[in-house]
């Protein structure tokens, strides 16, 4: 989640636990433990795709910020006994303010390397975009109130009680997109097919699904007020004749564990130069991804040679118009929204008759 949403979840989280206790100071402390995991993003791993995998990871650690809260609880205890504030009220105060970061970060697609240091690809079950002013705002109102009036606790405990609903509606609601898309996907034979289940930006209500099956990955959008709609698949090509030979560079397969099957490669000329890059499918939407990497440079013959990684500039001057569509696209499926409509057509491999 961004790190506003962050500071507010740790800021109502220390009222809620001590704000009974240290008041206004539960609540500007949690704050900042909140958005202490992010704190890794100020460190430059060498490349585009060092940074981009290496995020989220040995300070999202429930390990590392386990111990971390161990140690605060030690040192408070020992040296802020007036507070009559025991070692385990402390490590609770710690210990939430600090994991619930990594855990919220989990609950969206990115995904986050809670289990550091072991070698197991970054968790990520996501049932929230990773900015939602419905989330965040509660949790912001409930930290002012407390900083404005001084009670640390009530107002903070409300505001997280109301967001933790908005999450388990959002699991609902999810629930609710994987009952409807199983017969597509069943009629279309991609009962085993990877698939990732997603909120659109902003919202819960309207779903972005994505099958991958071999060089092609199929997209549907998918809403709560569907009814008994059924969503077409939207097809295109993945790159998967240039997949071995990214994945047999060192970039190229810390891609693969970092985002698995949702990659597409794409043989591209950049300044004159025939360029392999590798996309994340999982962030945006279609025409949308704004995760995109450089990972090697044709040199003649049949060679790919790796280069150091970049990060393309992905950006789109119609970025309003397309989630306008989709925010039209909440509450009726009629017309349909063709997210092919805002994709180079060379990548699409089939567009649906409902299109």
């Known amino acids: 989640m961004d ?25 500007l402390i949690g704050a900042v433990l909140g958005t202490l995991p992010d704190l890794d993003v100020v460190i430059d791993y060498g490349d585009a795709v060092a940074n981009y995998t290496q995020h989220r990871g040995f300070s999202h650690s429930l390990f590392v910020l386990g111990g971390l809260a161990s140690l605060l609880a ?30 919220l970060d989990a609950l969206t697609t990115y995904g986050t390397q809670i289990w550091w240091p072991l070698d197991v690809r970054p968790s990520a079950w996501p049932v929230v975009f990773i900015i939602d002013p419905l989330y965040s705002l509660p949790l912001l109102v409930g930290a002012i109130l407390a900083l404005i009036t001084g009670h640390g606790r009530r107002a903070p405990a409300w505001g997280l009680a109301i967001s933790c609903a908005y999450l388990a509606f959002s699991m609902g609601a999810k629930s609710i997109v994987e009952s409807r898309i199983a017969p597509v996907l069943a009629a279309h034979e991609l009962r085993e097919a990877p ?5 659109t930006p902003f919202n819960v209500l309207l779903w972005r699904v994505t099958v991958i099956d071999a060089n092609t990955h199929h997209e549907a959008l998918v809403g709560i007020f569907d009814g008994d709609y059924r969503p077409p698949l ?20 810390r891609l693969d564990w970092f985002s698995g099957p949702y990659l597409r490669y794409d043989d591209t000329m950049i300044d004159g130069t025939r360029t392999l890059v590798a996309t994340d499918l999982r962030l945006g ?31 789109r001057s119609d970025n309003g118009v397309a989630l306008s569509r989709l925010f039209h696209r909440i509450l009726a499926p009629e017309p349909p929204l063709c997210t092919s409509d805002f994709v180079e057509r060379r990548w699409v491999v089939s567009r649906p008759k409902a299109c």
């Not at 790190?3 to 609540?27: D, E, F, N, P």
């Not at 698939?195 to 909120?199: A, D, E, G, I, M």
């Not at 279609?286 to 790919?304: R, T, V, Y």
């Open 3 to 27: 790190s506003l949403t962050q500071a507010a979840l740790g800021a109502a989280i220390g009222g809620t636990v001590l704000g009974h206790r240290l008041g206004r100071k539960a609540v």
């Open 74 to 103: 030690l040192l408070c205890t020992r040296f802020a006994p007036a507070r009559d504030i025991t070692f385990r009220h402390w490590w609770l105060f710690f210990g939430l303010c600090l994991m619930t970061h990594p855990l």
């Open 195 to 199: 698939r990732l289940v997603q909120p």
């Open 234 to 253: 939207e097809s295109y090509t993945r790159g998967a004749e240039l997949e071995d030979i990214a994945l047999a560079m060192p970039k190229g397969a």
């Open 285 to 315: 939407f279609p025409g949308f991804h704004p995760f995109s990497f450089a990972l090697a440079e044709f040199s003649g013959g049949e060679d790919w040679q790796p280069i150091v990684t970049y990060q393309l500039d992905t950006s």
